[in-house]
């Protein structure tokens, strides 16, 4: 075997970029709905101790998802920038982890790791609420952040399986974290690993004496904070808020029709890009047997998916783990790719410069956008606070430009109305204490 090489520059300045790239977006996001919401509730806890209290409140009477909803709470009782600082980390972090899993060389590959960060970016499903969003990144970001890390820790495992007590502790407590972040993304991550146990076990030829200790446990302990999670007293309570046309198996293949709609609409492209890759490598003369961890992590997508079907309603954002693993799909078929033809190592150069040009440029004017947005969301805060400290409780407040939105930003989806007890409204309303809080025409149309 080779030795490893050292990582080369251009790869290293290639994750360097990637940080500054999302840590500038989301400095440039203002706090939206639920964080406004999550924000009261927080800043009643003078300790640790109450916001553990907090968080098994909500585990009885409204979802399971703790390790998520308790990061958040952290993070609301730290300065914005620090959940930025520390989220760009996780983002990064991620398309790390989808590179090691698609691109398992003894080499680095800049080209490879572009890709990846490219499709996060353009193919990430509902990207403001999922990554920006502060509430949406602590449960579908940092989620997939630690699902990663297990999956990415238990394949490392199973490549060198003759480990020390030490990773069997941490492994099992990771596995333990991310079983207890999402539902179906956490269900998806149980999956592959799972998968991966039974062809190694069958790689092997010895039955279960090729398994260790740390094999086992790791999985255990995921399948049993997972367990806690979907258990959770409150998840019955949310459901109930949760009405359909139809039920047994009309109801259930409602779902599922819903889901597949949901499927065209956010991972068309990646599904398009595994068939023509997919096609390529069989031209080449790839056996599909030799692709057998594509098509884990390609089922695990779906089943991410499909997963949803048990419950009454979906976002559209509940999807991206199942995004994240499609890209490892994707990526890892990308780099599989013989480039010994010259036209072929041409298209596969041109089709990432071409991707990175056109990113460039939605960047730049999205960047735009969002400061702006920024600007004014600054502004209306600082104008509410000014109405409270001259002794209004009903106090109004200008609605954003419109021409300002773009696929970067969830400030219009989540936008105060005219009118006073419309949620939004709300939230603002109980963040600063006042009786009510309506949306305004602005005073002028300045860009």
Same mark, same amino acid.
């Given at each position: ?14 994750? !360097? ?16 709905? =639920? ?21 098994? /409140? ?19 009782? !730290? ?8 989220? #760009? ?9 989808? +590179?090691? @899993? ?9 080209? !490879? ?7 996060? &970016? ?11 969003? %502060? ?6 970001? &940092?989620? *997939? ?7 990415? #820790? ?6 060198? $399986? ?19 972040? @999402?539902?179906?993304?956490? #269900? ?25 200790? &740390? ?19 409150? @998840? ?10 139809? *039920? ?17 609409? @956010? ?32 089922? !695990? ?32 078929? +990308?780099?599989?790719? /013989? ?29 735009? =956008? ?8 600054? #502004? ?24 300002? =939105?773009?696929? +970067?930003?969830?400030?219009? %989806? *989540?936008?105060?109305?005219?009118? $006073? ?6 939230? +603002? ?19």
């Amino acid at each position: 075997m080779m030795e490893k090489k050292k990582i080369p520059v251009t790869f290293v300045a290639a994750v !360097a970029a990637a940080y500054v790239a999302i840590l500038v977006f989301m400095l440039l996001t203002p706090m939206l709905t =639920d964080d406004f919401s999550y924000s009261v509730i927080v800043r009643k806890a003078s300790s640790l101790g109450d916001l553990i209290a907090q968080e098994r /409140d909500q585990y009885m009477n409204w979802t399971g998802r703790s390790m998520a909803h308790f990061l958040l709470r952290l993070f609301l009782k !730290a300065p914005h920038p620090v959940f930025c600082i520390l989220s #760009a980390g996780a983002f990064t972090g991620l398309s790390v982890f989808i +590179y090691m @899993n698609a691109f398992r060389r003894e080499s680095y590959d800049t080209r !490879a790791f572009l890709l990846i960060q490219l499709l996060m &970016w353009l193919t990430g499903v509902s990207f403001p609420q999922t990554v920006l969003w %502060e509430t949406g990144a602590c449960t579908y970001l &940092w989620g *997939s952040f630690v699902i990663m890390a297990f999956v990415t #820790a238990y394949r490392a495992g199973l490549n060198a $399986p003759h480990r020390k007590w030490l990773f069997t502790v941490l492994i099992t407590v990771l596995g333990f974290v991310a079983g207890w972040f @999402n539902e179906n993304t956490s #269900a998806g991550g149980i999956f592959i690993c799972a998968a991966f146990l039974i062809l190694y076990v069958k790689d092997q030829g010895r039955g279960t004496k090729a398994l260790r200790p &740390w094999m086992i446990s790791s999985l255990v302990s995921s399948c049993l904070s997972f367990l806690i999670m979907i258990s959770a007293p409150g @998840n019955k309570i949310r459901a109930s808020f949760s009405e359909e046309n139809h *039920s047994g198996l009309y109801g259930m293949a409602a779902r599922v029709q819903k889901l597949t709609l949901k499927v065209n609409d @956010n991972f068309f492209v990646l599904l398009s890009l595994t068939v023509l890759l997919f096609a390529v490598l069989k031209a080449q003369g790839i056996l599909m047997k030799s692709l057998r961890a594509e098509f884990v992590f390609l089922i !695990a997508g779906f089943l991410t998916v499909y997963s949803l079907s048990a419950v009454a309603s979906t976002e559209d954002r509940a999807l991206f783990g199942a995004g994240m693993f499609l890209i490892v799909v994707v990526a890892s078929l +990308y780099s599989r790719i /013989d480039e010994k033809d010259v036209l072929i190592k041409a298209l596969k150069n041109a089709s990432v410069c071409i991707a990175l040009m056109y990113f460039f440029f939605l960047y730049l004017d999205s960047g735009a =956008d969002l400061a702006r947005i920024y600007r004014e969301s600054s #502004a209306r805060l600082s104008s509410i606070e000014e109405q409270m400290a001259g002794g209004e409780r009903d106090v109004t407040a200008e609605f954003l430009h419109t021409e300002f =939105d773009n696929p +970067y930003t969830a400030a219009y %989806e *989540s936008e105060i109305t005219d009118d $006073p007890e419309y949620w939004v409204n709300v939230a +603002y309303a109980e963040y600063f204490g006042a009786d009510s809080v309506t949306g305004v025409p602005r005073a002028d149309s300045e860009d």
